[in-house]
């Protein structure tokens, strides 16, 4: 019995070993990912949208602003941000195998098609949410929890605060590296 277990305790070690000893992919590493799946071209992408929607709600700020804001600058300092986060969660093998998906045909494929994948799936999960959410509606208002106006109804005592009702904090997830 004890040699099983001495025998577990090593394997059990030598595994921890493993990871602590895995290699951190290094910074350029990480930017050849970056670059690889166009993270870049999309974080602009965002910035001039974010930009655009600003533009539309502060119309007094003159469009020279606006152009100056929406710059190759702030990417490339986002993506610096984002580096160690990769660092963090992948290690150097990781990020080689990565490169070498996103670097093929398939990988590509994934690149070009998911953009488009996403936007059709986020428009049928809002479809769903809005059928669920009135389904929900339907369902306590027939049961009386809520009035037709899809409200709770008014009683006579004022309503709880949201702090008097304690939420429990979901617990740390740990950081996973191979």
């Known amino acids: 019995m004890r040699k099983w277990t001495g025998i577990a305790v090593g394997l059990v070690l030598a595994g921890c070993t493993g990871q602590a ?9 990480v930017r050849q990912l970056m ?9 602009s992408q965002m910035n001039s949208q974010m930009a655009g929607v ?3 709600a502060l119309p007094c700020v003159p469009a020279s602003y606006w152009q100056g804001f929406v710059d190759a600058n702030a990417t490339n300092q986002l993506i610096g941000r984002m580096v160690p986060v990769y660092q ?3 290690t150097a093998e990781d990020i080689d195998g990565l490169l070498k998906f996103y670097r093929s045909p398939l990988g590509q494929k994934v690149i070009t098609q998911m953009p488009a994948t996403m936007a059709e799936g986020m428009q049928i999960g809002k479809q769903w949410g809005q059928e669920r959410g009135q389904q929900m509606i339907s369902q306590l208002q027939s049961q009386g929890t ?14 709880k605060p949201a702090a008097a009702t304690p939420v429990p904090s979901p617990a740390p997830t740990p950081s996973k590296k191979k």
């Open 21 to 29: 000893l895995a290699a951190q992919p290094s910074e350029q590493q």
């Open 35 to 43: 670059d690889a799946v166009g993270m870049g071209r999309m974080l």
């Open 54 to 56: 600003m533009q539309n």
């Open 88 to 90: 963090k969660h992948f």
């Open 146 to 159: 809520l009035n037709p106006q899809g409200q709770c109804p008014a009683t006579g005592a004022a309503a």
